[in-house]
């Protein structure tokens, strides 16, 4: 059975903090990885990771992926309130059409 | 810009009701999923379809039918809502391509069953 799983389930930092989201997987037919970002509705994509080693970045956020070592991270510099969600790690797993999601990691910014 | 609409945001109903709940894009993908999210599970998929009128079983489709009549339109349906069905329910298309499996998600309709 394919798993995702995230850590921490919830983190709770201030303003101005640099964070690192986790995400490990057990997947058959690993293809790739991807991260969205969930405030109050819809999810919305972060970053699609394929290959090792080759970091994404997008303003503040970056994300990289460790094949070897079935994982990948998220990372946010500078935390701004405005990044206050929960952010989903997922990958289609042996059914071509599924992503398998992980639980998630809630993170609160206070300022 | 891509959009998924789910026709509502918040809905109340009673046990034993037969609910709706309507999921439109506007992509023309052939995928579409439907999720429930509740805190501490995360979301699991309940059905998808790959194309008009197939439909597959995800991990948790107890209690749950859909119906895709038409590409754009998949709708889930709760033959006799019960207390346990009080969730978020997300819709999501994709365009199946083989090296893309980014999802559009609606906004999600928040399910009350009294």
């Known amino acids: 059975e394919d798993k995702v799983v995230q850590s921490p389930l919830s983190l709770v930092v201030h303003e101005g903090d640099t964070v690192t989201l986790n995400c490990s997987y057990e997947v058959t037919n690993f293809r790739s990885l991807l991260w969205y970002k969930q405030e109050k509705k819809a999810p919305t994509f972060l970053f699609m990771l394929t290959s090792s080693g080759i970091e994404k970045k997008s303003g503040r956020l970056s994300s990289i992926l460790d094949k070897k070592e079935l994982f990948s991270i998220l990372n946010i510099t500078a935390t701004q309130t405005g990044d206050s969600a929960i952010y989903l790690c997922?990958?289609?797993?042996?059914?071509?059409?599924?992503?398998?999601f992980g639980k998630g990691t809630k993170l609160s910014v206070i300022p | 810009d891509v959009k998924v609409t789910q026709s509502s945001r918040y809905l109340v109903k009673r046990t034993g009701e037969k609910v709706f709940l309507e999921c439109v894009q506007d992509m023309d993908h052939e995928n579409m999923f439907w999720y429930r999210q509740d805190p501490g599970l995360g979301l699991r998929l309940i059905y998808f379809s790959y194309d008009v009128k197939m439909k597959e079983k995800g991990d948790i489709p107890e209690g749950y039918s859909v119906s895709r009549e038409k590409k754009e339109r998949f709708s889930l349906i709760l033959e006799s809502a019960s207390t346990n069905q009080t969730s978020m329910y997300l819709c999501?298309?994709?365009?199946?391509?083989?090296?893309?499996?980014?999802?559009?998600f609606g906004s999600g309709t928040q399910l009350s069953v009294l």
């Open positions: 997922a990958s289609p797993g042996a059914g071509s059409y599924q992503l398998t």
């Open positions: 999501a298309s994709s365009q199946w391509s083989g090296t893309n499996e980014k999802l559009f």
